[in-house]
């Protein structure tokens, strides 16, 4: 990771990736106390509560859900459209409006919470900053790649191990991409718990407004920073699209790539409302027993991705499978365990699994993808996430009702051993690659071998500027 560093461009934008980061999660926390506490004294005659069986307090768990799901299914639906209609312009700082625009919405949200509370507003302007949220993370996922290959042929990241060209630009990308996994897992342990007191202290609207300064700065610091792409399979919106699943089409492992981890992750994100059900009720903990197994969760998020930097040569298929695993397994521990100390160890263990899963899974994408059509198949990705976590969360919940919360474990623990199985197979295809490409300096998987002829005819046609 500290390689990465050395390049000031990436530095700028990991830095302005964190700040947004943490600004995120004082808006989401915001947002998520000021829906609650405004829609659970609702009336029971209200529309809300008599969907929610005529109880205040599922009234505001239906807004809440409501909430997550306008912030994180409705955008995926349409982020690949946005990441392709930005690339096609030719304006220089689009990426930069897409904070300001944020910064924007998220201001109006302020006044809304403040002083004239309308869940319908409310939710018609998280889909937006949503929207708007995914693209922006899409495209920086991009940037981070294309400033790490510029890095490497400016001099400013060198290899003295005699790697060839591919090679350095393939490390280059991994080390900027651990470094950013980095910064996303160190926002996943500050955040909430910053966030959280400034809300207690100042308010919901406060903390919106902090997250409006993070835009802010976040535009700043990347108005230098140029997404367009040039021959990218049309000037259309719909040709740039129809030229992104060709190229999934195209590459058969890419294809399973998603579809094994859209089986994983659909597995991972049922975790989270059990959690809070086993802790509370099952361990008999209470709040303070969820946010030190939270916490946990986080500081093993940490841990991984800290691991993930320092095995930047390791097979990206077993680093993608070992992740999965990890977090299969710490919902099996958390299902056997019947003490709050055992549930946290099985945190770490599946904080550890995130952060190295993700990371990887990007790494993998990006590999698989050449550097015209990096933005897209990032939205695309983005996208599955997104739409993961707006099912995976309601799962979680179904599984509880219908079982219990031990149960639910396994289920969705044995779920994510599956989609291992998977994403390990994935990771070690047999491809039509000449194995004496290698110069056995490190090992590769499948995914690394099947780039290995696309990623130098790409390097030529359309490298970057």
């Not at 990308?173 to 342990?189: C, I, K, M, Q, Y």
Request: negative net charge; contains cysteine.
């Amino acid at each position: 990771m500290p390689l990465a560093l050395r390049s000031p461009r990436l530095r700028r934008i990991i830095v302005a990736y964190s700040v947004n980061r943490l600004g995120t999660w004082f808006g989401l926390l915001a947002l998520v106390l000021a829906v609650f506490d405004h829609t659970h004294g609702a009336e029971s005659g209200s529309a809300l509560a008599s969907v929610a069986g005529s109880s205040s307090g599922g009234t505001a768990a239906l807004a809440v859900a409501g909430l997550l799901f306008a912030g994180q299914a409705l955008p995926a639906l349409v982020v690949p459209a946005v990441v392709a209609r930005v690339e096609a312009s030719e304006r220089q700082h689009e990426l930069s409006a897409l904070y300001v625009f944020e910064a924007i919405v998220t201001t109006a949200l302020a006044v809304i919470v403040w002083h004239y509370f309308w869940l319908p507003a409310i939710l018609f302007l998280v889909a937006l900053d949503g929207t708007a949220a995914l693209a922006a993370s899409a495209l920086l996922r991009s940037e981070v790649a294309r400033a790490a290959r510029t890095a490497v042929e400016l001099g400013e990241l060198r290899f003295d191990d005699g790697l060839s060209e591919t090679e350095r630009f393939d490390e280059a990308e991994r080390r900027a991409n651990a470094a950013l996994n980095v910064a996303f897992s160190t926002t996943f342990v500050l955040g909430p718990a910053i966030g959280g007191a400034i809300v207690a202290t100042a308010g919901a609207p406060a903390a919106l407004f902090v997250d409006v300064g993070s835009f802010a700065l976040g535009a700043l610091l990347l108005t230098d920073l140029h997404p367009h792409v040039d021959n990218a399979g049309g000037d259309s919106v719909r040709a740039r699209l129809r030229a992104a699943a060709e190229h999934v089409r195209a590459v058969p492992l890419l294809r399973r790539l998603f579809i094994a981890e859209a089986l994983g992750l659909l597995f991972i994100e049922s975790g989270a409302p059990i959690e809070v059900t086993f802790v509370k009720q099952t361990l008999g903990s209470g709040d303070r027993g969820v946010g030190l197994l939270l916490t946990m969760w986080g500081a093993g998020a940490v841990l991984g991705s800290l691991v993930f930097a320092r095995l930047v040569r390791w097979p990206l298929g077993l680093l993608l499978g070992a992740g999965t695993l990890g977090i299969g397994v710490a919902y099996l521990g958390l299902a056997a365990s019947h003490s709050l100390a055992l549930a946290c160890v099985a945190g770490i263990v599946g904080g550890v699994g995130n952060g190295l899963q993700w990371p990887s899974m990007i790494s993998a994408v990006q590999k698989l993808t050449p550097g015209s059509l990096q933005g897209r198949l990032m939205g695309a990705a983005e996208s599955l996430g997104s739409l993961c976590v707006a099912i995976g969360l309601p799962l979680g919940g179904l599984l509880v009702a219908v079982t219990n919360p031990r149960a639910a474990f396994v289920i969705v623990g044995a779920g994510a051993l599956i989609a291992t199985g998977a994403l390990i197979r994935i990771g070690d295809a047999e491809t039509s690659a000449d194995p004496s490409d290698s110069d056995g300096s490190h090992p590769r998987t499948g995914v690394e071998d099947a780039l290995r002829g696309t990623s130098e005819q790409f390097a030529h046609e359309h490298s970057p500027t």
